[in-house]
Every structure is written in C-alpha cells, then in structure tokens.
C-alpha cells in the first residue's frame, strides 16, 4: 500500500527555472492538496482539486499552477522559480466529507 | 473558516499522560476536529478526529468539550517516539480543505 507518494524528495532550482512536483496516491481519494512548510511554521495550503478536472487556489497560490487529469495525480508546477519558494512541499490527500488527509513524506525545495 | 488557539509548547515525562488542549471558540455545528502530528522532518500524520462524542484510538483519545469550543488531545502514556508538533484543525463536512496554525511542539522527557 504506498499511499501518497511525491517525487522528488530533494531539488536545488536556480532563480528563474521551473519544475513539476510530481504526487500520486493509489487510494482512489478524490479531493488532493498541496502544501508548503516554511522553517519553523505550519503548513499554507497552495492549491487543491475536489476531483478529476477540478482545481481551486489556497492560501498561498501565487507562482504555481496545477492540473488533475486523473484521479491519482496532481502535479504541482513551479514556472518561474524564485528564492521565496525555497521550503518543503507536501502532497495530501483524502475521502470526501470528514476523513482525515494523508500526507506524503514531502519534497525539499531549495531555490539559489 | 473557524481558527484554533494552542498553546506554543509543552513538556511531558517519558510515561506519563499528556494533556494537550486547543481552543476553538467560533467552531460551528458542522466543524469537525481534526488532530495531526508531524515529527521531525516528515509529513503530518492524522491521529484522530470527532464531531461531538469521545473518541478513541490505538494512537490517543480526544476529549470534546459539551459545547465544543474547546478539545483535549490525550496520550495515555508518553513515549520518546511521541516527541512532535501536534496541530488541531477544524473541518467542515462540506469543505475542501484544512488551513493549519503553528501546533505544539512536545518534548518528551525520559
């Protein structure tokens, strides 16, 4: 059972480059989340799709995008790096309604 | 949506219950409690959640206020492993998304 599962786990970008932050779950969970931590501080919540086809913004969307073409994937893309996005991103998942997420073991970004 | 007040930091012995309490004053009816843990350089993992009643799982209990404006989280006996960032968060049945404060840090003493 592999859960939720994010590629890379480390990167180092330089200003000005892009990557795709790749994060798949095998659980058949509809809705799917990203998340950024910063040192020291909680979790800001960038993106998040209810479904296949489906995306919303978060608290914190500003330079990445998103698409969900199937229910396993939701990639998150970084266009134009800047140091600002410098921090570990984590991939969530879950059932409708009031289950609990299940995270991913997170992707460490540093931008230089 | 609703916030969560919790205390910064707290300290348990090594065996012993810990008692780590959140506030939520402005929860509404269809809010559910969520508690999550992070150790050290991994992802949040889900400990337990509720709407109303006392739960329990193989991981901790969560005491629910009557009126619900405030929860306990409970680890019945504090081990080293159980050393983390602990966040309660509310969720709404119908909504899409949790937003996370800054938790408690617990340190576990031996």
């Known amino acids: 059972n592999a859960g939720v599962t994010q590629t890379p786990k480390f990167r180092i970008l330089k200003i000005g480059q892009s990557m795709t932050l790749q994060c798949a779950q095998d659980?058949?969970?509809?809705?799917m989340y990203w998340y950024r931590q910063d040192p020291g501080m909680g979790l800001k919540l960038i993106y998040y799709?209810?479904?296949?086809?489906?995306?919303d913004k978060g608290e914190v969307p500003n330079g990445y995008n998103v698409s969900r073409s199937t229910t396993e994937d939701f990639p998150l893309r970084l266009e134009l790096a800047a140091p600002s996005q410098t921090s570990v991103y984590f991939c969530?998942?879950?059932?409708?309604?009031?289950?609990?997420?299940?995270f991913g073991s997170g992707t460490r970004l540093t931008v230089v | 949506d609703a916030k969560t007040t919790q205390p910064n930091s707290m300290e348990s012995n090594e065996e012993e219950p810990v008692h780590l309490p959140c506030n939520h004053s402005?929860?509404?009816?269809?809010?559910?409690i969520h508690w999550y843990r992070q150790l050290p350089s991994q992802g949040p993992e889900y400990v337990i959640h509720?709407?109303?009643s006392n739960v329990n799982n193989r991981m901790a209990s969560l005491a629910i206020a009557e009126d619900r404006k405030s929860s306990t989280l409970i680890l019945h006996r504090a081990t080293l492993r159980d050393a983390a960032v602990y966040y309660c968060?509310?969720?709404?049945?119908?909504?899409?998304?949790?937003?996370f404060g800054t938790g408690t840090s617990l340190t576990v003493i031996p």
């Open positions: 969530a998942s879950s059932p409708t309604g009031e289950y609990g997420y299940t």
């Open positions: 659980m058949n969970h509809n809705y």
């Open positions: 799709s209810v479904g296949a086809g489906i995306t």
């Open positions: 402005t929860i509404s009816g269809t809010d559910y």
């Open positions: 509720g709407l109303t």
């Open positions: 968060i509310l969720r709404r049945s119908t909504g899409n998304q949790f937003y």
